[in-house]
């Protein structure tokens, strides 16, 4: 626990110093996100574009789910882009939120070690396949750090018939982000949970790791539990603070027809899929 605090207060402090491109504007909108849209590299392709439209300088805090939606709540951020669809209802329904967008999607998927030691390559649903690896006693790495990947994860568990984070020797909580995570499942032989375009995005330095549960593209996934929906929150603009003016900017920006065709596009020529797949309610309507 004393490590997961310790990592969330460095986010914090860190938040002034990281940006998402190399604008110096006038204006500074604080963006609070998940490790998926920093580590997969989006945030990298997208930002500048938006720093240099509108004069400003995006400070990045990407962590977990979880942590983004607390500096939301605490006022540490103008905008949050998550992960977890009942946790973001749930800050707008509180009030620290003003209104919960669709900006993308992409998929879970879960991944492990070449010789598959719980046989679960090409199961169906991730709750069969995580009874297996529980079964099996494989050692399974989970971030463990409240993010929306780490509660899927818990629902996955349950769904499974089984307490989520299970106090068992073969279950690792790392307390890390999904880039930490891969790895380690890669270096000690581990199951893990992953979206797939943290996946495919450092898969060159994950040689041990292959996708088990939900095939080579999210055409190919068949469990429509391991959909994973991306929102965009703009915070509460009565929590003090907050530019509440470049954070509706940001949310106009992002989920426009211009920015959600790059999105649609982005991964495409190093992957030959797109990370994340367009979901604004301007790219459904076009």
Request: aromatic letters at 8%; proline letters at 4%.
């Amino acid at each position: 626990m004393l490590t997961r605090i310790m990592t969330f207060v460095l986010a914090v402090l860190l938040a002034a110093a990281c940006t998402g491109g190399s604008s110096n504007g006038s204006r500074v909108l604080r963006l609070a996100t998940t490790t998926s849209t920093n580590d997969s590299g989006l945030l990298d392709a997208l930002l500048p574009t938006f720093e240099t439209e509108y004069d400003a300088r995006v400070d990045v805090v990407a962590v977990g789910t979880g942590q983004a939606i607390a500096l939301g709540e605490a006022g540490d951020a103008d905008v949050i882009l998550v992960h977890a669809r009942a946790r973001e209802e749930a800050f707008v329904a509180e009030g620290h939120g003003t209104a919960r967008s669709d900006v993308m999607y992409n998929d879970f998927v879960i991944v492990g070690p070449i010789d598959d030691p719980a046989g679960v390559t090409g199961t169906l649903l991730a709750s069969d396949a995580l009874a297996a690896i529980a079964a099996a006693k494989a050692t399974f790495a989970s971030r463990g750090d409240d993010s929306g990947t780490h509660s899927k994860e818990r629902l996955l568990w349950e769904t499974a018939g089984m307490t989520s984070d299970p106090d068992t020797y073969w279950y690792k909580s790392l307390g890390q982000g999904m880039g930490s995570t891969l790895g380690y499942a890669n270096e000690v032989g581990a199951y893990t949970l992953t979206d797939r375009g943290t996946f495919l995005a450092q898969g060159e330095s994950l040689p041990d790791l292959r996708v088990m549960v939900g095939g080579a593209s999210i055409d190919e996934n068949t469990d429509p539990a391991l959909l994973n929906p991306y929102g965009v929150i703009p915070v509460h603009p009565d929590k003090g603070g907050i530019d509440a003016e470049l954070g509706n900017l940001f949310v106009e920006w992002l989920t426009s027809i211009e920015v959600q065709e790059k999105i649609e596009t982005f991964g495409i020529d190093s992957f030959g899929q797109p990370l994340f797949y367009p979901n604004s309610a301007p790219w459904r309507s076009r």
